[in-house]
């Protein structure tokens, strides 16, 4: 008996640590796609600002509401970057 109660135990263990680190992978993943985007957005702003070129709007349609909502998911990814920076310290090193 004692010994099913600590395999038991063993494999709560495991699926709460399994749990965990998919939860990170998650995370992390959604921090590099929300990257991506606010770098693409970055690119397109200074393509508008340069060439008055508004590349969303040649990709979607400039009569689309389409523009609207990716430059709507564009600045959502850039807040959701500048809460995460500002609430997690930074792993890199100055040498």
Not at 54 to 72: E, F, H, K, M, Q
Request: charged letters at 15%.
């Amino acid at each position: 008996m004692k010994r099913a109660i600590t395999v038991l135990a063993r494999n709560a263990r495991h699926h709460a640590d399994t749990n965990e680190s998919t939860r990170g992978n998650a995370v992390r993943a959604f921090n590099i796609a929300t990257m991506i985007m606010v770098l693409f957005g970055a690119i397109c702003l200074g393509l508008q600002g340069q060439f008055q070129i508004d590349l969303i709007g040649l990709a979607c349609g400039i009569d689309s509401p389409w523009p609207r909502a990716v430059y709507a998911l564009i600045g959502l990814s850039g807040l959701w970057q500048a809460i995460w920076l500002a609430t997690h310290k930074p792993t890199a090193q100055l040498v």
